[in-house]
């Protein structure tokens, strides 16, 4: 008798429990509806911030910045950028201030100083980058025109297939140049363009190749296959020549770094190590071995900078 009475109660109070879980879940979605009809995340809310940002980001201003982010292959919106600078700058503070003892204000020039100069330094490596990978993929390009060519194919459908195989970043200028020419615009006229974005001294070769050839008439698949051969040669010889420089590209680098590092931890250890450099007589030192160390790494980066 005492078992059946614990079964039957048993029983009542999971259909208890399964009604009011039931009924739980039935107002949780009753609840959830009314607070997504209230607050809309279907429109994304953004801080003001944000907004400002988007607000910059969309004007006149921002337009240069656009066109540098994406020549340095920089995936920030302008910005993204100028926030991450301003990061930057403060971390650089902090570091000065703390680590090194430096005046606040002296850091804040010093971070100033560091950020725009690592931001241009920055553009200008990552878009000589850009042009150095487009330049190792000339010879494959090429091959590819010429194979085309050698084919039956027209020189416009030959720089569609470039489009279509090969990988970036010359994928998105032969992309833009093929759509060019889809739209009617003349072949120089369109590759005189893509000559302008890229500025460099083999894609110049490269096009003026390609536009004689074109006016003289002549194998042009044959012209290409030797072009090819020749950018691969400069290419290794290239890859020679930054290897046997490379110990000396490196010292033309850390001759300004090891002395200011040097400087910043003297003054760290010893209190007002660097109040004599703020002196009439330190200023003079202080410009002199700005001027030696620039002339230093000028010298340097010209004996090792071999043109081929």
Known sequence: MIPMIVTTLATLCFIL???????YRRTKRTWRKKAEDFYKPDQERKSFIVLIGDKYDHSEMAEPMYGKLKQANIPFTPSEFIAAQFVACMGIILLLVNMFNLK???????SL??????????????KNKMNERLVEQLPEICRILANSTRSGMTLNQGIQMVAQEIANPAKVEFKQLAHELSLGIPFDMAIKKMESRVNNKEFKLFVATILIQKKAGGSISSILDEMSQTLDDRKLLKQEIKTMTAEQRYVAILVPIIPIFLVLMMNNIIDGFLDPLFTGIGLILLVFFILGTALTFYLVQKVTNIKV
């Open 17 to 23: 429990f399964l009604a009011y879980f039931l009924d």
């Open 104 to 110: 606040f204000l002296i850091s804040i020039f010093l």
């Open 113 to 126: 100083l560091l950020v725009e100069g690592g931001k241009r330094i920055m553009f200008l490596v990552r």
